[in-house]
């Protein structure tokens, strides 16, 4: 080992981190149940503040299969029944919907009615009344949209068209068909009242022209040659479709797409994570869009977490911004919110694992009441080969909102190889109202060529996190 030199401070970044697997191959570590915000702070580009937390208000008659707000009302369906939800959380059944308690729904509206399509079934709810359509010219309902006085309905092969003046009534010598590629149609969306049909591996676009029969004609020069791996796998965000799915002979990836024109959202992390699930299983990925506040989120159910893109902090920032939800205290498990309905000025969710409903909340970072994990890491610090000791580091946070009652305690580990971790050592917090709180841990040892920075909390240290400073002696070996 060489001559010290004197003690210098610089910042690490904090919005990712890095890691290592058994490739080898460097790896993007996305914060876990923390939300990356860009702000020009005088400390820092942006922070980590704690992800919404879920707050119970209710119960249902099942697990939440889907929701919408509708003339001021939010409308879900929870088990096999339709219901409304209350500003307070109360609950109204409304009618039976059949179909399994695992699958999702879909909602659209026209002008007097509001539609649910459930267990391949269609249904119209009237502000008093629920009906079945049951033409049987109708056939499965596997997802439809409402469109120019038109209730849309798609069996996978066909598109259908209810009447203009009996949305109960179907004419079979009015179907239509997406057959620029034989794949079959999985989900329909309108977007600038244009009808998208989301093929497996293609998206047609359908424009209404009138006439006897099918009254919608395929717009050639809109086509994109990608598709959508399941029905619900896919959402309108950003004025495009948000989609996961691939073209053919291709892994599916995340995209936003209008006007025969794609843009991938992915990035290398999270089409390795997407590599991970099968075909069947990204089948029954749900996405969702939520604009709210500063932030423009598209969330991405998988089986074992929720990812999430945030396109005006990627703007902000100059990088694809991503986050995962996890609702648990260790590792990864289903994320527990579903079905977004801004209503009664907050954002409405359901639990897909209980009866619960509830709503979200930058207050507490529990969901339903239950501690959950947060953790996230840093880039890699390198002193050009030369090693360092760590003699101290700071997170630079705002304290002072832990749970109240409290006094948790959050951990750092580090890395010099990206797979094996040092023991974690934890500081306290403090409790509620201590805003003075620094957070900083001393004597972290050395490195001799790079090292990887982790923390790791619960959602009772309810901080957030601007910036990470260390304090370093370089070493010249």
């Excluded at 890095?18 to 993007?28: C, F, G, K, N, V």
């Excluded at 949209?145 to 009534?169: A, H, K, Q, R």
């Amino acid at each position: 080992m060489g001559q010290q030199s004197e003690v210098v401070s610089m910042q690490i970044p904090i919005l990712n981190g890095i890691y290592a697997d058994s490739t080898p191959e460097l790896r993007t570590a996305y914060p876990v149940n923390m939300t990356p915000v860009p702000l020009q702070s005088g400390i820092s580009n942006g922070f980590l503040r704690p992800a919404d937390g879920i707050v119970a208000n209710g119960t249902g008659p099942g697990p939440d299969r889907g929701g919408m707000d509708w003339n001021g009302i939010c409308y879900r369906v929870m088990g096999t029944k339709l219901v409304s939800v209350s500003n307070t959380g109360a609950v109204t059944v409304l009618g039976d919907v059949g179909g399994p308690t695992s699958g999702l729904v879909t909602f659209d509206y026209s002008f007097d009615l509001l539609a649910i399509a459930s267990g391949g079934r269609l249904y119209y709810w009237d502000g008093t009344t629920l009906a079945q359509v049951t033409d049987p010219d109708l056939g499965t309902v596997l997802d439809f949209c409402w469109v120019d006085g038109y209730f849309m309905t798609t069996d996978g092969e066909n598109l259908i068209v209810t009447e203009l003046n009996d949305p109960f009534s179907v004419n079979p010598l009015k179907y239509g068909s997406s057959e620029v590629d034989p794949d079959p149609v999985v989900a329909l969306l309108k977007l600038r009242n244009e009808v998208h049909a989301l093929n497996r591996h293609t998206i047609e676009v359908f424009d209404n022209v009138g006439g006897d029969l099918f009254p919608f004609a395929r717009i050639d020069g809109a086509q994109i040659q990608k598709g959508v791996v399941g029905t619900f796998a896919c959402c309108v965000y950003l004025d495009r479709i948000a989609f996961l799915g691939s073209g053919r002979n291709e892994a599916p990836a995340i995209y936003v797409g209008a006007a025969a024109q794609t843009q991938k959202l992915s990035t290398q992390e999270i089409d390795e994570l997407l590599a991970t699930y099968t075909e069947q299983q990204l089948s029954l990925v749900k996405l969702e869009a939520r604009n709210d506040k500063a932030h423009q989120h598209l969330y991405v159910h998988l089986p074992d977490r929720t990812i999430v893109y945030d396109a005006a902090a990627s703007e902000a920032l100059q990088t694809q911004v991503w986050f995962t939800l996890t609702s648990t205290v260790a590792g990864f498990s289903q994320y527990r919110a579903r079905n977004f309905v801004w209503c009664y000025d907050k954002w409405l969710v359901g639990d897909p694992l209980s009866n619960n409903l509830g709503y979200f909340s930058q207050v507490t970072g529990h969901h339903w009441g239950q501690q959950v994990r947060w953790e996230f890491g840093t880039s890699i610090v390198y002193n050009e080969g030369n090693g360092a000791i760590f003699n101290r580091l700071e997170l630079v946070s705002l304290t002072g909102s832990v749970t109240l009652g409290t006094n948790p305690q959050i951990s750092t580990s580090y890395s010099t190889d990206g797979l094996a971790w040092s023991q974690d050592r934890a500081i306290s917090v403090g409790t509620t109202g201590n805003t003075a709180k620094r957070l900083a841990w001393f004597q972290q040892g050395h490195m001799r060529n790079w090292r990887i920075q982790r923390f790791r909390g619960d959602s009772d240290a309810h901080i957030s996190f601007v910036r990470l400073e260390a304090q370093l002696e370089p070493l010249a070996y």
